[in-house]
C-alpha cells in the first residue's frame, strides 16, 4: 500500500503515461465509420461534456465549493476531462461490446488524467499519498535527544565543526506525535532532520513546526527540500523540523481552534507537538530558537498561535496565510467551531488577538509574511496581517514572490527567504 501512495504524481513517469493513455483512448473513441450522425453525436458528446465543466468551474469560483484560489488551469483541465468523458459516454450507444468497454475504462483513464493535471498546476501534492490526504508510514530514527538544551553562549555556527561523516543530505520520515493532552486524532507528521543532527556529535539545534494548507497532509517534502539546501551551505546545519497535522483528515478544517465538532487541534499544535519535540528531539530548548511556520490554512494557525503565545513561539513563518483561520466559510465556523457565537469567533481571529495585546507583548518576535505576486486575494490577506503585526510590535518582513500563485513554487521561494532571514536569527550563519 505505502509504495502507491509513494507513487510521484508530479514528477516521474506516472503522469506522461497517464496523459499519453487519455490520448490513446480519445483518439480510439474518436475515430469510427464517418457518418453525419456520429460526428454530431461526437461532438455534442464533447460540448455537453466541455461545458459542464465549465459549469462546474464557474459554480467553484462563484461559491468557493472547489477551494480558494481556483487556477484557470482547473478549467481547461475540467473542460478537457469532462469532454472526453462525454466522448466516452456516447460511445456507449450504437456500438459494438469491446468499444463499450474501452469506453468504460476510459472514463476513470480520463478522470485520472485531469486530476493529476490539476494537481500538477497547483503543484503541492508531490504523491498519491499527499493527493488523498493518507500518509505513508516512514518511521524515522530520532537520534536520541540531549537533556536540559537551553540556548548556546556563541551562535552555533561559530562553534560547530562538521565531522568528515556527516551526511551530505537530511533525513525525512514519518512520526505519530499522540495528542496526549489534546486528545486529538493526527495524521502522524512529517520529519526532518539535517545532516548536523544525524552524526554523534550532534549539536542541539532550533526547532520549526510547519503546518501545511487544506486539503492536505503533513508531508516534508517541501520544506526539507528547502532545509537541505541551506544545510549544503551552512556545514549541514538547519532546523529540525516537525510538518505537524492540524487538520486531522485532509478534508476537515478545525479552523485552527479546540471544539467538539473536530477536536483539540489547537493544543494539540500548542501544547501535545511542542510536549512531544522538547522530550524526543535534540532541540534547543528555548522559544527564541523556534519557529512556528506554515502554508494557507497552515499560515493562518501560525500567526493565530504567535499572536496568542509570543512567549512561546517567538519566529513566525506565514506563507500566503489565510487573513483568521475558518475565513473561507465563516458562517460554518461560527455555527460549528464557535457555537454560534460571532463574538467569540471575532476574538479568535489573529488581527484581534494582536490589537487586544498589552504593549510589548511580542517584543522580541521576529515574523515573515509573504504572498505569491499571482495570487491577488491572499497577497491582500498577507498584507493586512503583516501591518497589524508591525503595528503590534513583532519585527515584521513582508515579501510578494514573483511570478507565482497560491501553488508549490510559491512554498519553496517562501521557504528560501524565510530561511535566508532566520538563519542569522538561529545562530546557523552569520549576520548579514
Known amino acids: 500500500m505505502d509504495a502507491i501512495l509513494d507513487l510521484p504524481i508530479i514528477a516521474g513517469p506516472v503522469p506522461g503515461i497517464c496523459y499519453l493513455l487519455a490520448i490513446a483512448f480519445a483518439l480510439y473513441l474518436l475515430v469510427r465509420k464517418p457518418s453525419v450522425v456520429w460526428v454530431v453525436t461526437a461532438v455534442l458528446g464533447i460540448v455537453v461534456g466541455a461545458f459542464a465543466g465549465l459549469g462546474v468551474f464557474v459554480w467553484g469560483k462563484v461559491t468557493g465549493g472547489l477551494g480558494d484560489p481556483l487556477l484557470i488551469a482547473v478549467l481547461w483541465w475540467g473542460m478537457a476531462t469532462l469532454g472526453a468523458i462525454g466522448l466516452a459516454v456516447v460511445n456507449l450507444w450504437r456500438s459494438r461490446w469491446w468499444r463499450k468497454v474501452i469506453a468504460v475504462v476510459g472514463i476513470p483513464i480520463f ?56 551526511p551530505k543530505q537530511g533525513k525525512t520520515g514519518s512520526q505519530p506525535i499522540a495528542g496526549l493532552v489534546s486528545g486529538f486524532p493526527a495524521r502522524d507528521a512529517g520529519i526532518y532532520l539535517p545532516p548536523a543532527a544525524l552524526v554523534s556529535s550532534a549539536p542541539p539545534l532550533p526547532l520549526m513546526i510547519m ?21 549544503a551551505q551552512h556545514e549541514g546545519l538547519a532546523p529540525i523540523i516537525i510538518v505537524a497535522d492540524q487538520l486531522g483528515s485532509s478534508d476537515t478544517d478545525p479552523a485552527c481552534a479546540d471544539s467538539k465538532a473536530y477536536g483539540n487541534a489547537e493544543t494539540y499544535i500548542k501544547t501535545d507537538v511542542v510536549n512531544w519535540a522538547r522530550k524526543n528531539l535534540n532541540i534547543i530548548d528555548d522559544p527564541r530558537y523556534w519557529i512556528i511556520a506554515g502554508y494557507s490554512n497552515g499560515g493562518g494557525c501560525a500567526v493565530k498561535y504567535v499572536a496568542q503565545e509570543p512567549n ?8 500566503s ?93 517562501s521557504l ?3 530561511f535566508s532571514l532566520f538563519y542569522p536569527v538561529l545562530g546557523l550563519s552569520a549576520p548579514r
Not at 154 to 166: F, G, L, N, S, V
Not at 312 to 319: S, T
Open 312 to 319: 512561546v513561539f517567538k519566529n513566525l513563518i506565514d506563507i
Open 416 to 418: 528560501t527567504d524565510a
Open 111 to 166: 478522470a485520472i488524467a485531469g486530476t493529476i493535471g490539476i494537481n500538477a498546476a497547483y503543484g503541492l501534492n508531490d504523491t498519491v499519498g499527499d493527493l488523498v490526504g493518507i500518509v505513508a508510514g516512514h518511521p524515522i530514527v530520532k537520534p536520541t535527544p540531549h537533556r536540559g538544551n537551553s540556548a548556546p553562549e556563541r551562535p552555533i555556527y561559530e562553534t560547530w565543526k562538521p565531522p568528515a561523516d556527516m
Open 321 to 413: 496565510g489565510e487573513i483568521y483561520p475558518g475565513s473561507e466559510d465563516p458562517q460554518s465556523v461560527t455555527d460549528t467551531i464557535y457555537g454560534g457565537s460571532a463574538a467569540a469567533f471575532d476574538a479568535a481571529k489573529p488581527i484581534a488577538i494582536m490589537q487586544a495585546a498589552p504593549r510589548g507583548a511580542y517584543d522580541g518576535v521576529t515574523a515573515f509574511f509573504s504572498a505569491g505576486q499571482l495570487d491577488p486575494k491572499f497577497q491582500g490577506e498577507a498584507s493586512q496581517v503583516s501591518a497589524a503585526a508591525k503595528a503590534a510590535g513583532m519585527k515584521v518582513t513582508y515579501t510578494v514572490i514573483p511570478g507565482v500563485g497560491h501553488v508549490g513554487a510559491n512554498v519553496h521561494d
Open 211 to 231: 503546518m501545511m494548507g487544506q486539503p492536505g497532509s503533513p508531508d516534508p517534502t517541501y520544506v526539507s527540500g528547502v532545509a537541505d539546501e541551506f544545510a
